[in-house]
């Protein structure tokens, strides 16, 4: 607590100022984000560990095989430029929330494809609701997190895609053995139902009577010129 002396001789007092601590809810926020970015990590991971089986049935080239993984990395490129004023613009959760929708959609319907093109178009479209990922969870942790945490913040958040990987390489093989390339794509749709459950509900885009309004906010035309 420190005190806060008033400039005005007619009214010379001496009042408190409280520093608050950080809302414990932040942890709630890190760990919901967490989730998020293992779900966007894991599904991209799903690729390495189907192609071969999905190869075969599509009757994949190895250089078609290539292309469709540069088909997911074209959209997530561009998501991850966009993705940050578009989080700017309208809030983190909500471009979380909106953009795992049709990234569970486009997972679930790769399960579908019939043909190389086909792969390629929703890899392509998966990337690009896979992209914002990353600023909408980096955006969060930089509101709610003090300076002097936030090194402990982002270390926990970039443990997503050693965990998401590990997860990946140990279910998705047994997943496709017992059922096949198809379901899988199809229970990862659905298991993205859930993550988007947990990140309306328990996603806050700033601690409650937190000031965060931007002035200035760069257009995109100002920043790329």
Same mark, same amino acid.
């Given at each position: ?71 997911? *990395?074209?959209?997530?490129? #561009?998501?991850?430029?966009? &993705? $940050? %004023?578009? @989080?700017?613009?309208?809030? +983190?959760?909500?471009? /979380? ?81 017992? *059922?096949?390339?198809?379901? #899988?794509?199809?229970?990862? &749709? $659905? %298991?993205? @139902?859930?993550?988007?459950? +947990?990140?309306?509900? /328990? ?23």
């Amino acid at each position: 607590m420190t005190a806060h002396v008033s400039s005005n001789p007619a009214t010379l007092s001496v009042a408190p100022v409280v520093h608050q601590s950080p809302p414990a809810y932040r942890w709630v926020i890190l760990f919901t984000a967490l989730l998020v970015l293992i779900t966007s990590f894991g599904l991209r991971l799903a690729w390495g560990n189907a192609g071969g089986a999905a190869a075969l049935d599509l009757h994949l080239k190895p250089s078609a095989q290539g292309a469709v993984v540069s088909a997911f *990395f074209a959209g997530y490129i #561009l998501a991850n430029f966009m &993705g $940050g %004023f578009v @989080v700017d613009k309208v809030g +983190a959760r909500r471009t /979380l929330c909106f953009a795992l929708v049709p990234f569970g959609l486009f997972t679930a319907g790769f399960g579908l494809v019939q043909n190389p093109a086909e792969a390629m178009v929703l890899q392509f479209l998966m990337g690009l609701s896979a992209g914002v990922s990353f600023a909408g969870t980096t955006k969060l942790i930089a509101l709610w997190f003090p300076a002097n945490e936030r090194g402990r913040a982002f270390g926990l958040l970039a443990t997503c895609s050693s965990i998401a990987l590990t997860l990946a390489n140990t279910l998705f093989p047994t997943l496709i053995l017992r *059922f096949s390339w198809r379901e #899988l794509y199809f229970m990862l &749709g $659905g %298991f993205t @139902v859930l993550v988007i459950a +947990a990140a309306a509900l /328990l996603l806050r885009n700033t601690p409650r009577g937190a000031e965060t309004a931007v002035p200035n906010r760069p257009s995109i035309k100002s920043t790329i010129r």
